[in-house]
């Protein structure tokens, strides 16, 4: 005996992949259902076929492209013949619904967007990650559709969801920047970059937090526990990251900010290219730039800075290693953003003031810049030295100088 299904409940539909390219695929309206549903039609290759009286001016531009074919009037049923695919998007019901009979006629399957039940065809919700599809259908709810679309993609793009047997297994170093702290910092490809490795290579200030992700069977060389002495300790990162990206392996070499910003990256690229290892890199959100940003300060400002000069102040003034041009840095108008300089601060104010710069410059010190015990500093040229002093300001610290600092802390500045 037959049992009919309960006139409420829709028998589930069959997910199916379309191949659409080269195909006629038409769409009935040209307003904003129309315009968002038409790009990923055409990147599927599919010959569109836009049916309407008006069309945005978005898919105007479409048809003046060439992307699309506009025919400029309302629906006739014999529009359909030789289709694939139809969408009936009009806001008219009764136009949709003769899209929909014409459709049936020709036993082609018909999206509408008025009503999915009365449709043959219902429109998932499609993200992309390298050669993966997601699509989602939740019983005609677009909404969590989109939104488990959402999840799935983050962690497919994050390395939370992953199939480490179906992964790039392809040897070699990728260096990958791990941004000013925070790990919510890290790029979309560095965190994927992290949990597609089977080595990683980490610096102390590369975010730690996600070291803890990694799955259990990747290799973690702290090169905070390497000998002593930063040529000595450089000569053996190099070593490591080549000699495991030899052994077939994927290695992530993870610093902190990015890698060719003082990371001395471009030293480990060249290593890999000597030894004849492939190497790659994803840039990191650097530090001198987005650390200064989230304490709420500007490195330009229209008016007031038109340039900004990121400087390494792990040498004092003077020192015979130095290739810094004190005298020409104190002359430029724009912010000085000064990089592991706690210790060589005060020599270096003292070189700015003595450069001509003027003791009342506004200076902001960001410690701990994006992370929990994140405080900023505010001082000037001329008090620099007993300000961090007083504060027992320790590294990682960066210090900003300039009269941005003054924009963003007006009230603690007067001129």
């Known amino acids: 005996m037959d049992i009919a299904p309960a006139p409420d409940a829709a028998p589930d539909p069959y997910p199916v992949g379309l191949r659409l390219a080269g195909r006629r695929v038409v769409v009935v309206g040209g307003g904003h259902v129309a315009q968002r549903r038409l790009p990923a039609l055409i990147a599927a290759g599919a010959d569109v076929l836009v049916v309407s009286p008006e069309v945005t001016p978005a898919i105007e531009g479409l048809v003046g492209s060439g992307e699309v074919t506009w025919v400029r009037r309302g629906f006739a049923a014999d529009d359909l013949d030789g289709a694939w695919y139809v969408l009936a998007a009009t806001d008219v019901g009764e136009v949709n619904e003769a899209v929909s009979a014409a459709a049936e006629e020709r036993r082609i399957f018909c999206v509408r967007s008025d009503d999915a039940i009365a449709a043959t065809a219902w429109t998932p919700a499609v993200g992309r990650h390298d050669a993966v599809t997601v699509a989602v259908l939740s019983n005609r709810d677009p909404q969590r559709s989109a939104a488990i679309r959402d999840e799935v993609l983050e962690g497919l793009r994050e390395g939370t969801i992953h199939a480490r047997h179906h992964r790039d297994r392809a040897p070699g170093v990728v260096l990958v920047g791990g941004g000013p702290g925070d790990p919510d ?166 070189a700015l003031l003595d450069g001509g710069k003027d003791s009342g410059t506004p200076v902001a010190v960001v410690c701990d810049g994006t992370m929990p015990t994140q405080r900023t500093v505010l001082s000037t040229l001329g008090t620099l030295a007993g300000d961090l002093a007083a504060e027992a300001v320790k590294p990682p610290a960066i210090i900003v100088v300039g009269d941005v600092v003054r924009v963003s802390h007006p009230e603690a500045f007067t001129r």
């Open 185 to 350: 910092l890290i790029s979309v490809a560095g965190r994927k970059a992290l949990m597609e490795a089977d080595v990683v290579v980490a610096d102390r200030l590369a975010p730690r937090e996600l070291l803890g992700e990694l799955p259990p069977d990747v290799e973690l060389v702290d090169v905070a526990k390497l000998p002593r002495g930063r040529s000595a300790q450089q000569e053996e990162i190099n070593r490591v990251i080549v000699e495991r990206a030899r052994e077939g392996k994927r290695v992530v070499r993870f610093k902190g900010g990015d890698n060719f910003v003082f990371g001395r990256g471009y030293e480990e690229v060249l290593a890999c290219r000597e030894a004849g290892v492939p190497v790659t890199v994803v840039p990191g959100l650097t530090s001198p730039v987005s650390v200064p940003a989230i304490a709420g300060i500007p490195v330009t400002h229209r008016g007031v800075a038109h340039e900004f000069t990121v400087i390494s102040g792990h040498l004092p003034p003077g020192h015979p290693d130095s290739l810094t041009n004190w005298p020409a840095v104190a002359a430029l108008k724009g912010t000085l953003v000064l990089m592991m300089a706690v210790e060589n601060a005060p020599a270096i104010a003292l």
